[in-house]
């Protein structure tokens, strides 16, 4: 369901607090069938994980790290940049003080350990009417598809001492490749079975681009992942690489009655399925003092990326800084210092990126056809 059309009075609707992360949020779900209301607050929303019932959404609000421009931020960016790692989609929404009342009674009777403590601190910034939290009477913060803190990434999901979160990190093969001179297809055999690796050394990139422009303090140790799965198909255009989601690949392909696999199976079509990166904790952002990537200069190291992301970043850092400070403002509630900081970490990017393409050390061979010889690397254009 859209993240727009889910409605907070449909009787259909419930609301849980946020057991499973260190910021508080509401947990919103589609209330099953023949379940009462009070029954499921009382069985499920005791629950910190696997509550039985569709998720839809998470509202988070700015409290504790969490900031509501920060994550309304992360989709405007991704989109701009067109990255190729996930991103789930946000949207600004507001809340009756009401509805969130009955979250709140829930949370001092579920809540434990520092999510407790969080939520004490939410709950007493409502009370207090702070214009973080509150407008025009109504409660307002971010809508993400995403249950957040729960589908950690496999691999690159490690968190070293607050001195430097980023090391272990750092220290991951996956980075190693990342920065290392040359072409990905010589460091990794290619092939479907080890697409999953390179889409890795891909996916990093990208994340170490944005959470630079975006001062992600809180990235390591909130990496998180979605299956999916690939597959090669003849065309007569060639071979072409399709992907589906895990979930998904047991319903039926739109229009059809088979399913993903029924038809890869009756086919003898041979498929992968690995983990791929989500950047779906994106609350902790705009901390421009505790900016882990930028001070660990993870983007001046990179050196693989994709031509489509080299250009995106490049033409949106040219962009006029007025009509980007403007458009930061008004699409993501930052301040004007947050949005200028933005601009400048912008233009940072750019600058490095080119400065490492005009030199010669980043290669645009970040793409799975590329990687699979399929397409060969795009001339170098560094403009």
Not at 357 to 368: A, I, K, V, Y
Request: net charge positive; aromatic share 6%; charged share 20%.
């Amino acid at each position: 369901m859209p993240l727009c059309k889910i409605k907070f009075d449909d009787p259909n609707v419930i609301f849980c607090p946020a057991l499973h992360s260190t910021n508080p949020g509401t947990d919103i779900y589609e209330l099953p069938t023949g379940v009462s209301r009070a029954s499921f607050e009382q069985k499920e929303c005791a629950k910190e994980t696997k509550r039985n019932a569709n998720f839809l959404a998470k509202f988070k609000q700015s409290t504790s790290c969490s900031y509501t421009p920060a994550i309304l931020a992360y989709g405007k960016v991704a989109d701009a940049l067109k990255i190729h790692v996930d991103v789930p989609a946000v949207v600004y929404r507001t809340m009756e003080q009401a509805t969130h009342k009955g979250v709140e009674k829930m949370a001092g009777v579920y809540a434990h350990g520092l999510i407790e403590q969080t939520w004490a601190g939410l709950v007493s910034k409502i009370a207090a009417s702070s214009p973080k939290v509150i407008k025009d009477g109504l409660l307002y913060g971010a809508m993400v598809d995403h249950k957040g803190g729960i589908d950690h990434h496999p691999t690159l999901n490690q968190r070293g001492p607050d001195s430097n979160p980023a090391a272990p990190f750092l220290a991951s093969s996956t980075w190693a490749m990342a920065t290392k001179g040359s072409e990905i297809r010589s460091q990794i055999p290619p092939s479907l079975k080890t697409l999953g690796q390179m889409m890795a050394v891909r996916d990093v990139g990208e994340m170490a681009i944005i959470d630079h422009i975006l001062a992600q303090q809180d990235r390591f140790g909130n990496v998180a992942k979605k299956e999916k799965m690939f597959w090669l198909e003849q065309t007569a255009a060639g071979q072409k690489l399709h992907s589906v989601k895990a979930t998904k690949a047991n319903k039926p392909i739109d229009g059809t009655n088979q399913t993903t696999m029924q038809y890869l199976n009756a086919n003898h079509i041979p498929y992968v399925q690995f983990p791929v990166m989500v950047l779906a904790d994106n609350d902790c952002g705009l901390r421009q003092n505790s900016n882990v990537v930028q001070k660990n200069n993870m983007v001046q190291h990179l050196r693989h990326i994709s031509s489509s992301v080299y250009k995106h970043v490049q033409s949106f850092a040219k962009t006029n800084p007025g009509d980007l400070l403007e458009y930061f403002q008004n699409q993501t509630l930052m301040t004007s210092d947050e949005a200028k900081g933005v601009i400048a970490r912008l233009q940072e990017v750019a600058s490095i990126l080119k400065k490492n393409c005009d030199n010669g050390t980043l290669l645009f061979d970040s793409e799975p056809e590329i990687f699979l010889g399929m397409e060969p690397i795009p001339p170098k254009n560094c403009e």
